[in-house]
């Protein structure tokens, strides 16, 4: 188990069902659209970690964490890993659910806002979603403050 971006789904999927049986706790914290939009992104990362680790049961002595150190999200029981999910096992099954656990929600979204193709592209700006944000606009689940939403006044409004 690895950087969940380096496997295949099919593969993600497997650890995902593994991980789910055999964790001592999962917790998620899932953060709207609207909430990055209002609150900015580096607040809804705060956000969701501390969502996520405030549910965890049984409450963990230390928490790892992916990445360089956060200034907000610092504390005696929080260590940071930078490369985290090749050098933790713990960092790279978080990594696997919430990878599983985000494409599972788009997937679920496709049904709700045909057409911009979510259930292929998870939301990533590849050229079809892009086509398709030009022919339908931005959906309600659309970040307005990324591009290029935020760079397109008819496009962010709907006027194509």
């Known amino acids: 188990m690895n950087d969940s971006k ?13 991980i789910l049986d055999t964790a001592v706790s999962i917790s998620l914290g ?11 992104m580096s607040e809804a990362v705060r956000s969701s970690f501390t969502r996520a680790e405030s549910g965890l049961d049984p409450v ?9 150190p956060v200034r907000s999200l610092i504390s005696q029981n929080r ?4 490369k985290g999910d090749s050098r933790s096992l713990s960092i790279a099954a978080a990594s696997i659910v919430a ?8 997937i679920k979204t496709e049904s709700l806002y045909p057409g911009y193709g979510f259930t292929s592209n ?22 307005m403050s990324f591009s290029p939403m935020k760079d397109d006044p008819q496009l962010r409004l709907g006027l194509f």
């Open 6 to 18: 380096k496997l295949s789904d099919r593969r993600r999927r497997e650890y995902y069902r593994i």
């Open 122 to 143: 998870k939301g990533y700006g590849t050229p079809e979603h892009l086509k398709a944000l030009e022919r339908l606009g931005p959906s309600p689940i659309h970040r």
């Open 79 to 82: 260590k940071f890993l930078v």
């Open 60 to 68: 963990p002595d230390i928490v790892l964490i992916d990445g360089l």
């Open 99 to 106: 990878k599983v656990t985000r494409d599972n929600i788009m």
């Open 30 to 40: 899932i953060v709207e659209s609207g909430e990055i939009d209002e609150r900015g």
